[in-house]
T-cell receptor
Framework: AQKITQTQPGMFVQEKEAVTLDCTYDTSDPSYGLFWYKQPSSGEMIFLIYQGSYDQQNATEGRYSLNFQKARKSANLVISASQLGDSAMYFCAMREGYGNDYKLSFGAGTTVTVRA | ETGVTQSPTHLIKTRGQQVTLRCSSQSGHNTVSWYQQALGQGPQFIFQYYREEENGRGNFPPRFSGLQFPNYSSELNVNALELDDSALYLC??????????????FGSGTRLTVV
């Protein structure tokens, strides 16, 4: 079964507007972590934001915020005030496991194109 | 503080050949994991190394193998290359037993083309 689902293959957003990228996840572990990464055409995965399963507050990092709805198993990324440099592929990922044995499971990604 | 470096950046191999990809971890990180990313898809976990031993593996056949060295750098070896092995191979370093919110630092990847 798919652990991370990103249902939006591609999105267009106007410069300076906000965009929400959807992510739902599936796990039976009580302890897990959720990440969002940005992947420009160069290929490198750039860390954006992290949300722990026990965190009470939604995570925020500058223009990025994570809308964490635990009961719905959703972790949507909101990018505010979009910039042309935000055009890239965005991946939601989940870390499961304990101790030293854990791995990241990624979704299929969402391509964001910011229009001037 | 240096990031994660992968080499080579691009590689073309013939079906049936063997390939070795290399990764140097970020300073202070002790764990390395490898991911395969086919074109237009999300990365898939291959395996992870901690203290020079494999301690987690995804759904990949045994012809995918690896090593971790005392300096925490790592190699990914793929034998008997198949056309479907063409992908971007990403290496990520992290700290095991670090804070739960400790993330992964990814390299820029090696793009492997099998012809």
């Amino acid at each position: 079964a798919q652990k991370i689902t990103q249902t939006q293959p591609g999105m267009f957003v106007q410069e300076k507007e906000a965009v929400t990228l959807d992510c739902t996840y599936d796990t039976s572990d009580p302890s897990y972590g959720l990440f969002w990464y940005k992947q420009p055409s160069s290929g490198e995965m750039i860390f954006l934001i992290y949300q722990g399963s026990y965190d009470q507050q939604n995570a925020t990092e500058g223009r990025y915020s994570l809308n964490f709805q635990k009961a719905r198993k959703s972790a949507n990324l909101v990018i505010s005030a979009s910039q042309l440099g935000d055009s890239a592929m965005y991946f939601c990922a989940m870390r499961e496991g304990y101790g030293n044995d854990y791995k990241l499971s990624f979704g299929a990604g969402t391509t964001v194109t910011v229009r001037a | 503080e240096t990031g994660v470096t992968q080499s080579p950046t691009h590689l073309i191999k013939t079906r049936g050949q063997q390939v070795t990809l290399r990764c140097s971890s970020q300073s202070g990180h002790n764990t390395v994991s490898w991911y395969q990313q086919a074109l237009g898809q999300g990365p898939q976990f291959i395996f992870q190394y901690y203290r020079e031993e494999e301690n987690g593996r995804g759904n990949f056949p045994p012809r995918f193998s690896g090593l971790q060295f005392p300096n925490y750098s790592s190699e990914l070896n793929v034998n008997a290359l198949e056309l479907d092995d063409s992908a971007l191979y990403l290496c990520a370093s992290s700290i095991s037993q670090g804070p739960s919110n400790y993330g992964y630092t990814f390299g820029s990847g090696t793009r492997l083309t099998v012809v």
